[in-house]
Structure formats: structure tokens, C-alpha cells
């Protein structure tokens, strides 16, 4: 593979600093041409040091301060034992709204979207715009763009990140797109697997907080919690491998080493195992179709181990259930269950709603949208029926 250029978006997150690991382990196969946070102006100087990236783009915050923060580290590695670096080095800087896009749109082989929400909607169609390969992590830009960005892509130009649809795309290599009868999503189940909605009501942001296997940022964590992060999910793999809803099932699956798993016409299933982490689902994003060497350790059969299997509960946990209503519905309805959410998570840490709230909020929202208030069909029509959703939400919510 001749070295590929990469966008990361999001860096200085969960998904953005393992994907600077993988590429810094990597060196002969990956260069940064362009970084991308929201507000830690630090870390996003060191790492636009350590890769010496031309573009780095802040959304919040001042550029003379990263301009300071960059030299500062460059300076303070110059004084120190390690390699001296050309005093030249001064990137392009944007800040601002805008800046997430302006890295989406450098050109590199490959950007990888790791923001959170569906702030990552513009930069998403920014670089399928600028013809780049999409690694996809933020999935909320795919849900509610839906048509939108399935359309703006040309085929194989998005590769899922998501662990969940990285097992389905590296599964589906084992037969043909006709051959396939059902995708089958596992899901650790949360750390509240086994509560009954009654136990559900006061849990506390600490314990949703906690997932059982992945570290990951706050709102993905905190979906992981109630499902709302299954039911996106679903939503992606619908959009992404073009299977009706009713051909997606759900399993719960704690040890979460089974990633997910393709159903054959003849009754094989082929799975994806791995350690329950997102290495080797970014490494893949960033070098697909080829695997690079050594990027997790694999499982290990010299201990003995069991693995669960368990249907989901609905009833307590009835994200899955309503995201397949809104996924079916399509147009404006996936934006709103997700901004929705969005409020609703946020409103559950700031102590103002409890954990149960959130999913009935959402529930409510997307009842009292008729679809008919935006244009699906439109980047503003999306990001309308976002705002719509959110303004809803709050009131619901008594925000
Ligand atoms: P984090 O909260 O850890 O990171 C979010 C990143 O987005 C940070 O770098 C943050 O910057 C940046 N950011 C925030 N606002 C903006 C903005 N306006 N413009 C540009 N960047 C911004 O999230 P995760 O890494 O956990 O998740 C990222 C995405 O990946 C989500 O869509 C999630 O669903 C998906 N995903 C994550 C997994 C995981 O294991 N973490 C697994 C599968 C999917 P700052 O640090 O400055 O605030
Ligand atoms: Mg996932």
C-alpha cells in the first residue's frame, strides 16, 4: 500500500486519538494532512506537532492560542532529547464553526469522522465531496442524512468504523451481495442488561457512565446505556449495506468479542471476533481493503471462556424497537430520534431528567413530527428538522 494521506476529525476524542495510535504506529503507510477538534486547543496542538500537519482546524476557541500552543511544544521538544525538528513548521489554521469542514475538504486519501452528533453532517458531505474515502465513526451523519449521503457516495467510498458494521463489511467478504439473507447486530447490552424499566428509573449518569467493555466519549457511552446507540445502528447498517429492516436482527451479547455476523441464503453465518475494542475497526477504516500488521492482540483459545447470546429486551429497553419505526418512516424522522437524543443525553448529565426520560422523550418528539416540516432531501432540510427537534425536545423536557 503506497502511503495514504488522512483527515482525522475529531482527534482529540476517543476514536481520534486511537486513530493518531494506529497511524503512529504506522508511519510508512499514513501521513496527517489535516486535524480537527472542538475545544482542547492543547492536545490538538501536540498531536499537529508530533504529526507535523499542514491544516489543523478548531472549532471553538482562539487560533493565536493554538498558534502559542503549537510553538510552545514544538519548542519545548527541540530543548529536549528528541529529534530536532525544522523551526519552519507553522500549519494552516482555521477556527471556527466551518473549521471541521475546511479539514474534510483538504483532499487527503481518507478522512476519518470522529466528531460526535450530527455536527459531523457537513463535514461528512464535505469529503465525499472532495472525493476522499469516508472512514466513517460518526454515524449520526449517515443516519440523518440518510439519502443524502448515500447518494453523495459513490460505492465503496464510505467504510464503516463502527465495529458493529465493520464485522458486517469484513463478513460479507465471505459471499456474494445476493447470497446474503440476514445481517445480524450484536450488542453488549449496556451495563443495565438484565434491569426491568422499574429498576431503570434511578439510575445515575456515574453508572451509565460505566460500560461494561468499551472506553468510549460521553453520548456514545451513554446510548450504549439505553440502546438509543443499537438503534442507530440498525439505522446504519440499513443505510450502509442496503437490507430491509425486517432482515437486521439484534443480539444481545455481553463478552462483546463477536462484533456482528452475516447470515448466508444456504444457512451459514459468518461472524467477526475480535478484542471488544475499536483498534482493528479504525486500523481497517484507514487501510481498506488491506489489514495492517499487529493492530490488536487476537482472541485467545488457550483459556477456557464462555460466550452469552440472549434476545433484547424491548420492553425495557425500547430504543431498538423506535429506531426501526423511524428508519422505516425514512425522511426527516432518523435527524429527529437523534436530536432528540442528543438533548435528552445531555439533559440526563446536567441531573435535569432521569435515565428512563430520555427514550420517552424521544419517543415523544418523533410522535409529534409529520415529516412534512423539512425537506430530507436538502443538507439545510436535515439540519432544519434537527434544530426542530431539539427545540421540541426541550420543551418536552421543560428545558
Ligand atoms: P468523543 O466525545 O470522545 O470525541 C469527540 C471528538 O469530536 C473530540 O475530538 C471533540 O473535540 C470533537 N468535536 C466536538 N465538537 C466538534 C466540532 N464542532 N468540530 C470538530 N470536532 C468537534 O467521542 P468518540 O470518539 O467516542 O465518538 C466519536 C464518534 O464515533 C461518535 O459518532 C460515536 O458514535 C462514534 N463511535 C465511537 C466509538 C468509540 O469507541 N468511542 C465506537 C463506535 C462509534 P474536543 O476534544 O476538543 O471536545
Ligand atoms: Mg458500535
Redesign the pocket.
Known amino acids: 500500500m503506497s502511503p495514504r494521506s488522512v483527515a482525522v476529525?475529531?482527534?482529540?476524542?476517543?476514536?481520534?486519538t486511537?486513530a493518531l495510535d494506529v497511524i503512529g504506529r504506522n508511519r510508512d503507510r499514513f501521513t496527517v494532512a489535516a486535524l480537527?477538534?472542538?475545544?482542547?486547543?492543547s492536545?490538538?496542538a501536540r498531536q499537529a506537532v508530533d504529526f507535523e500537519v499542514p491544516l489543523v482546524?478548531?472549532?471553538?476557541g482562539s487560533a493565536d492560542d493554538l498558534r502559542r500552543a503549537i510553538g510552545a511544544y514544538a519548542a519545548s521538544l527541540r530543548r529536549g532529547s528528541h529529534a530536532l525538528r525544522g523551526p519552519a513548521y507553522a500549519p494552516e489554521i482555521v477556527v471556527g464553526?466551518e473549521?471541521?469542514e475546511a479539514a474534510a475538504r483538504v483532499g487527503a486519501d481518507v478522512v476519518l469522522?470522529?466528531?460526535?452528533?450530527s455536527?459531523?453532517l457537513r463535514?461528512t458531505l464535505a469529503a465525499l465531496a472532495a472525493g476522499s474515502v469516508l472512514a466513517l465513526?460518526?454515524?449520526?451523519s449517515l443516519i440523518i442524512g440518510g439519502d443524502l449521503v448515500t447518494r453523495a457516495a459513490r460505492p465503496d467510498q464510505i467504510i464503516p468504523?463502527?465495529?458493529e458494521h465493520s464485522a458486517i463489511a469484513q463478513s460479507l467478504r465471505g459471499g456474494r451481495a445476493e447470497e446474503v439473507r440476514r445481517l445480524v447486530v450484536t450488542a453488549s447490552g449496556g451495563p443495565f442488561r438484565g434491569r426491568s424499566r422499574a429498576e431503570l428509573a434511578d439510575v445515575t449518569p456515574e453508572q451509565a457512565l460505566a460500560h461494561p467493555n468499551?472506553?468510549?466519549?460521553?453520548?456514545?457511552?451513554t446510548?450504549s446505556a439505553t440502546l438509543v446507540?443499537k438503534g442507530?445502528e440498525v439505522i446504519e447498517a440499513h443505510l450502509l449495506f442496503d437490507i430491509p429492516f425486517d432482515r437486521i436482527d439484534v443480539v444481545v451479547h455481553p463478552q462483546q468479542q463477536i462484533h456482528s455476523m452475516v447470515e448466508f441464503r444456504d444457512g451459514s453465518t459468518i461472524a467477526q471476533l475480535g478484542p471488544p475494542r475499536?483498534l482493528v475497526?479504525i486500523a481497517l477504516g484507514l487501510s481498506w481493503p488491506e489489514r495492517l500488521d499487529d493492530i490488536d492482540v487476537p482472541c485467545d483459545w488457550s483459556m477456557a471462556q464462555s460466550w452469552d447470546f440472549a434476545p433484547l429486551d424491548d420492553e425495557a429497553f425500547p430504543a431498538v424497537r423506535l429506531a426501526r419505526q423511524v428508519g422505516e418512516a425514512g425522511g426527516t424522522f432518523p435527524a429527529v430520534y437523534n436530536a432528540a437524543n442528543e438533548v435528552a443525553v445531555d439533559a440526563f448529565h446536567e441531573g435535569r431528567i432521569g435515565f428512563v426520560d430520555i427514550v420517552d422523550a424521544i419517543a415523544r418528539v418523533v410522535d409529534a413530527h409529520t415529516g412534512r416540516e423539512s425537506d430530507a432531501s436538502t443538507v439545510e432540510g436535515v439540519l432544519d428538522a434537527d434544530a426542530w427537534a431539539r427545540e421540541q425536545a426541550a420543551a418536552e423536557l421543560g428545558l
Open positions: 476529525l475529531g482527534s482529540t476524542g476517543s476514536i481520534g486511537q480537527s477538534a472542538g475545544s482542547n486547543t492536545l490538538l482546524a478548531l472549532a471553538t464553526k473549521a471541521a469522522n470522529g466528531v460526535t452528533g455536527i459531523g463535514p465513526a460518526n454515524k449520526e468504523v463502527d465495529s468499551f472506553s468510549m466519549g460521553r453520548v456514545i457511552t446510548n446507540n442507530l475499536m475497526p
